[in-house]
């Protein structure tokens, strides 16, 4: 009898089991085909490829494109390059990825609902628009005949155009502030929803205690925000590589090529510009490397610091 109520009890949970699993097979089938399924095109580094010849028709050259990678100076150095301004984004990125959390706390301090929205509304809208259309804005306003530099110049403050597109002085800081002005917005959604689910008897009973806003956003809402921020910041620790490939491809110019150059537009510029498929295959595969690497590290920080792993 007892051994039947087991039985009873065991097979429910089986059932419930195979219904979860059917549940998220659909997103399991998308992670293979958009994730794991593209990793067969590595074997592209170990061909000579010609896309007219395809595969089959290309040459096998086994670890001529590593060879000439990792062995040529000049390689090795434009690599570096690449990766200088790689890490440089990326570390600009998230020394001031803590500004959507102070944006979040300004915003939910806001008591004039009407221009709160307001405010929120135009932040956000901008992660919305292209980064075409984000070119075009900085091209009126700060092209030679752009609006910035024909005010300055019919004020009498300058005689020739500022050279702020077409030069490579502060690239860095100019990807920066258009990136943040992009996803400053949209970054603090995510802090709001966190706010939203800080315990309100807090704030209540710091309130009863005599505390003013600033100590209420200081004692109780910012150390809410920090376990949200720092799996955020670790998460951006891991992806530090990936810092994405539209925003540089369309400011990218003859003058600042040499800074603006991040590892994805380099490996865009090598395979499709230049058309060495094969070569910006390996360069891919080490950028995945590395990746991995840096996300099992961050993994581990993560477990010594939190208690508990992102992954």
Known sequence: MENSRVK???????????????MILPFLILVFLFSYFPLHGWI???????PALGLAGSEFVGLRWFNMLFGN??????????????????FLTLATSILPLFMA???????????????????????????????????????????VNTILQNLGIIDSAIRFLDTD?????????????KGLGW??????AAIAGI???????ARVDGASRFQLMRYITFPGLLPTYLVLLLLGVANILNNGLEQFFVFQNAFNRANI??????????????GNISLATIIGMLKSIISIVLLFSVNFVAKKLRGDSII
């Open 199 to 205: 315990d309100q008897e807090l704030y209540e009973a």
């Open 8 to 22: 009873l009890a065991v097979k429910p949970k089986k059932e419930k089991g195979y219904k979860y699993f059917f």
């Open 44 to 50: 592209y580094s170990f061909y000579d490829f010609r």
């Open 187 to 192: 970054g603090a959604i995510i802090y709001l």
């Open 73 to 90: 100076p000049a390689q090795l150095r434009e690599l570096g390059r690449v990766m200088r301004n790689t890490f440089a984004m990326s």
């Open 261 to 274: 150059e991040v590892l994805d537009l380099y490996i865009f510029n090598i395979g499709i510009a230049a």
């Open 105 to 147: 706390i300004l915003l939910n301090e806001m008591n004039n609902k009407p221009f709160k929205k307001i405010v929120q509304i135009l932040t956000t809208l901008p992660n919305f628009i292209s980064w075409v259309l984000v070119y075009s804005i900085a091209f009126m306003m700060f092209s030679h005949t752009g609006m």
């Open 169 to 181: 002085r502060h690239t860095w800081l100019q990807m920066l502030a258009w990136s943040t002005w």
